[in-house]
């Protein structure tokens, strides 16, 4: 109008214009469904470019492709870059030499869950770049996040309070990037775990007495830190760890050299990515659905990206299984519980309610610890949380059921190798 006309319509008519316009899209027009960055319909995935052109990358089981006009609607947050042309011909090897990642068997882990990212469905494992000051956590999170999903802010604080965690991951991005992470308190770990599987928050809308606002997302993420932070055995269970090594000072480069070689080989890699998805949703069908441990769609996708990239057979589980064995260790090195029931159960089974077992641990050389519970039920928690891995360790955990005349609750620990 202001090109035809020399102005603008004024503020009245602009409103009316866009109620009306509101009105027939809610009544009269087709409901459908709305993704950020990753979508899918009739069996195929698509990314969304960013560009001007709302182009988008059309992955099918064996076959990628660039199309001008894609049938699935996206929404883009504020933010959202425009991803690189892929590019035909190069090999995600080349992401290695821009990522500190040590050891074949972490490498994996990586590319798998990459993989995993660039499609709409979960439960996502959640990435934990961990390692010593120096080790490029920061600079790795942010070039895997420029591959799935650039942002103008890759990487973010810690948000205050879980409604804002939950609307920072809904609305703003696809990959929920955390930086420079010290301390999970239970609600945020709480809220990572519902994030990465999936779940939602209710909460009354702004300004309102009795309206609600219902915000649900389910969202890979990256975690980086120095400390052993993921200290809860639910958000342990459903993470990747990755230990960084420290870059000696004769290796270390300034980041903007990184950068610039890193954005003259993105279009490569992000095209060599593109060939792993494709080939992994061919690959997928063909991966059994049983005998997977807790995330198990992470699993198979994982397993059906070994076979598409030509990995030896069963690396991938075996190198996802060395991981969750050493989160399991982790939890109960950092669990005075833990490493008195394993003290406890290395002298023979018990067999009582939670207050005799409390009683039996509190001269144990862990009950000096400020984590120790003071409470039987405390107690009792405790061992339900730690149960998957003290099950990893070898003991066994029965909890406490009701029995005899007196109604006791008893519970069990014994080895199973004595069961």
């Given at each position: 109008?202001?090109?035809?006309?020399?102005?603008?319509?004024?503020?009245?008519?602009?409103?009316?214009?866009?109620?009306?316009?509101?009105?027939?899209?809610?009544?009269?027009?087709?409901?459908?469904?709305?993704?950020?960055?990753?979508?899918?319909?009739?069996?195929?995935?698509?990314?969304?470019?960013?560009?001007?052109?709302?182009?988008?990358?059309?992955?099918?089981?064996?076959?990628?492709?660039?199309?001008?006009?894609?049938?699935?609607?996206?929404?883009?947050?504020?933010?959202?870059?425009?991803?690189?042309?892929?590019?035909r011909g190069g090999t995600l090897d080349e992401l290695r030499r821009f990522v500190n990642v040590g050891?074949?068997?972490?490498?994996?882990?990586?590319?798998?869950?990459?993989?995993?990212?660039?499609?709409?469905?979960?439960?996502f494992p959640v990435l934990v770049l961990s390692g010593e000051q120096g080790s490029a956590k920061t600079t790795a999170a942010r070039l895997l996040r420029a591959l799935v999903d650039p942002s103008t802010a890759p990487v973010r604080t810690m948000p205050r309070d879980e409604r804002d965690l939950m609307i920072a991951a809904s609305t703003s991005s696809w990959v929920f990037s955390l930086d420079n992470v010290s301390y999970l308190q239970p609600w945020q770990s709480d809220a990572l775990c519902r994030l990465a599987t999936g779940g939602g928050l209710a909460t009354r809308a702004l300004y309102t007495d009795d309206e609600e606002v219902i915000h649900e997302a389910r969202r890979p993420v990256i975690i980086n830190g120095i400390e052993d932070f993921v200290t809860r055995d639910d958000l342990r269970d459903r993470s990747v760890t990755l230990m960084l090594d420290a870059i000696p000072p004769e290796r270390r480069r300034d980041e903007q050299s990184v950068m610039l070689e890193f954005e003259d080989a993105r279009r490569r890699i992000f095209g060599a990515l593109l060939d792993a998805l494709a080939g992994a949703l061919k690959e997928l069908p063909g991966v059994p659905k049983t005998g997977l441990p807790r995330m198990a769609d992470f699993a198979r996708m994982g397993i059906a990206t070994e076979r598409a990239l030509g990995w030896p057979?069963?690396?991938?589980?075996?190198?996802?299984?060395?991981?969750?064995?050493?989160?399991?260790?982790?939890?109960?090195?950092?669990?005075?519980?833990?490493?008195?029931?394993?003290?406890?159960?290395?002298?023979?089974?018990?067999?009582?309610?939670?207050?005799?077992?409390?009683?039996?641990?509190?001269?144990?050389?862990?009950?000096?610890?400020?984590?120790?519970?003071?409470?039987?039920?405390?107690?009792?928690n405790s061992l339900k949380r730690i149960a998957p891995a003290l099950r990893a360790a070898g003991v066994k955990y029965t909890p406490p059921k009701k029995t005899g005349h007196a109604g006791e609750r008893v519970l069990r620990l014994e080895s199973q190798a004595e069961e």
């Open positions: 109008m202001h090109r035809e006309h020399g102005k603008v319509p004024g503020g009245q008519a602009m409103h009316d214009a866009v109620e009306t316009l509101a009105a027939r899209a809610r009544f009269d027009g087709a409901e459908l469904a709305v993704f950020v960055r990753v979508g899918e319909m009739e069996g195929a995935y698509y990314i969304d470019c960013g560009d001007a052109q709302w182009r988008s990358v059309k992955v099918t089981p064996g076959e990628w492709r660039v199309v001008q006009e894609p049938r699935v609607k996206f929404r883009r947050a504020p933010g959202m870059k425009a991803l690189p042309e892929p590019k050891n074949d068997a972490d490498w994996r882990m990586l590319l798998a869950w990459l993989v995993m990212a660039c499609g709409p469905h979960g439960p057979p069963g690396s991938f589980m075996e190198a996802y299984d060395a991981d969750r064995a050493a989160s399991c260790a982790a939890s109960l090195e950092g669990s005075p519980v833990g490493q008195a029931v394993l003290a406890l159960v290395a002298r023979g089974p018990f067999e009582g309610t939670a207050t005799a077992l409390l009683r039996k641990l509190r001269d144990s050389e862990q009950a000096l610890n400020n984590g120790w519970p003071r409470h039987p039920k405390a107690l009792a």
